[in-house]
């Protein structure tokens, strides 16, 4: 056993850039040592998509870029013993083994071990009627008045460490807490109890710099004269080199652009942190409160003194419910008092639809402030002159009606003020989202091997 592992991330979110894989993929092969790859693509959002998309196609639901994202590695990795670890299995693990066990096929590689961990779909019949027991008084309200669709809680990491352990070169999950995806392999290789809480802490805030992708690299991090990155079109993702203390290494690939330093690093370490002394997670709760940040120059940072406290009892679930339908509509008006007849569009749209609860915004104008009634102030007074685009929304459970809102912003081509134009009308089923905390006892998660 050496003393590094490294973690490389090639995904933040559904819908990431899928070229970035093989850099990293290239730059663990030139580094050599023990190494994987995770892609971290599923949100509260994501599987809220993804639990509709299999509800209508049963089998679709897992992330729709797979494809493109495992292309360009898939033979690299196999070949390469590199392992790949990837939540693109979202509402369907099942679909998304069976995707990559073709592309092996079409590759013509050797038969390759696609791990399917499972478990984190708590909707079966026997655990529904106990479901409602875990949500407050308000939510158990709103579930018996709704369809129930899906009920994921978030993973650790046990399963992922068992299923490599087991000589799994792919792992698909569905819903894991975000950190697990590098919780999982570091824990398979170190070989650490499961109750030593420095080590997964550290193991967590690991996974936790690499989850959101390039953020950590410079990314969401720019900001012109202010944090300036370099190379942004040439973004480089994250690789964090890990050793048997818990130290920790942010960099990136050589040659990428980006940026690695202490304050992209901070930034990162402290994004959705609601406790810096508890931040929990299914497998611990980390502590970065003794926390130290050393910039070691040429894109490497270390983090260090990272620790861990006894992990929760519960864990956390997302219980997806009908929402019934989501009617987006928006119209542009340009030009000499384009304010002005924005509004009264918005006018004609409140009395038309009298009966909705519409959002309207002013996009250009009052869209950043908090009102839903597109009433705020405006933000550049141009003399009359302006480019404001109007945006009315509403959610209904009858499709018809959450319909209406797009006709009658069609409609106001001609039935409305003068000049509007460029309308572009959406209508979604949507799913609405109730949160609850669910004893561990009760789920039972465990791996499998596919077959095809």
């Known amino acids: 056993m050496t003393d590094i592992y490294r973690v490389a991330c090639a995904a933040g979110f559904s819908g990431d850039r899928t070229d970035v894989a093989k850099p990293l993929v290239d730059e663990l092969l030139k580094q050599g040592g023990p190494s994987c790859l995770i892609f971290e693509s599923l949100a509260e959002r994501t599987l809220a998509l993804a639990q509709l998309e299999r509800y209508q196609n049963s089998e679709l639901g897992y992330e729709p870029l797979l494809s493109e994202m495992l292309e360009p590695v898939l033979e690299d990795c196999i070949k390469g013993g590199i392992p790949i670890i990837g939540n693109f299995g979202a509402a369907n693990p099942e679909g998304a083994a069976k995707l990559i066990d073709t592309m092996a096929k079409q590759k013509g590689l050797p038969k390759i071990r696609i791990a399917i961990v499972k478990g984190d779909d708590v909707s079966a019949l026997e655990l529904r009627p106990k479901l409602e027991n875990f949500l407050s008084s308000d939510d158990q309200k709103i579930l018996a008045q709704s369809k129930l669709v899906s009920a994921n809680v978030y993973l650790g990491a046990q399963e992922i460490s068992d299923a490599l352990l087991a000589g799994a070169q792919v792992v698909v999950t569905g819903r894991v807490a975000d950190p697990a995806l590098t919780v999982g392999p570091l824990m398979a290789y170190f070989k650490k109890s499961w109750t030593d809480w420095d080590f997964l802490g550290a193991a967590t805030m690991a996974g936790h710099l690499l989850e959101c992708g390039s953020q950590v690299t410079g990314g969401y991090f720019a900001d012109p004269g202010q944090k300036d990155v370099p190379g942004l079109a040439n973004l480089g993702f994250p690789i964090v080199e890990f050793d048997t203390q818990g130290n920790i290494c942010v960099t990136k690939p050589s040659g990428s652009g980006g940026l690695v330093n202490r304050m992209t690093v901070t930034e990162q370490l402290l994004y959705e942190l609601h406790d810096p002394a508890n931040y929990l997670t299914p497998d611990v709760a980390a502590d970065i409160t003794q926390a130290q940040i050393n910039d070691l120059g040429s894109n490497r940072v270390a983090v260090v003194g990272i620790k861990g406290h006894p992990r929760p009892d519960t864990l956390k679930a997302n219980v997806c419910i009908d929402g019934g339908w989501l009617a987006e509509a928006e119209i542009s ?120």
């Open 333 to 452: 008006y340009a030009g000499f008092n384009a304010y002005a007849r924005a509004q009264l569009a918005a006018q004609i749209i409140r009395e038309r639809l009298i009966d909705l609860n519409l959002r309207i915004d002013f996009i250009g104008s009052s869209s950043v402030f908090a009102s839903d009634t597109g009433k705020g102030p405006r933000l550049k007074p141009t003399e009359g002159f302006e480019d404001i685009r109007m945006r009315v929304a509403a959610a209904h459970h009858e499709r018809n009606q959450a319909q209406r809102v797009c006709r009658e912003v069609t409609a106001l081509y001609t039935c409305g003020p003068a000049g509007g134009g460029g309308v572009r009308t959406s209508l979604k089923p949507r799913l609405n989202t109730l949160v609850c905390f669910i004893p561990r006892e009760l789920v039972h998660a465990s791996y499998e091997l596919f077959n095809s």
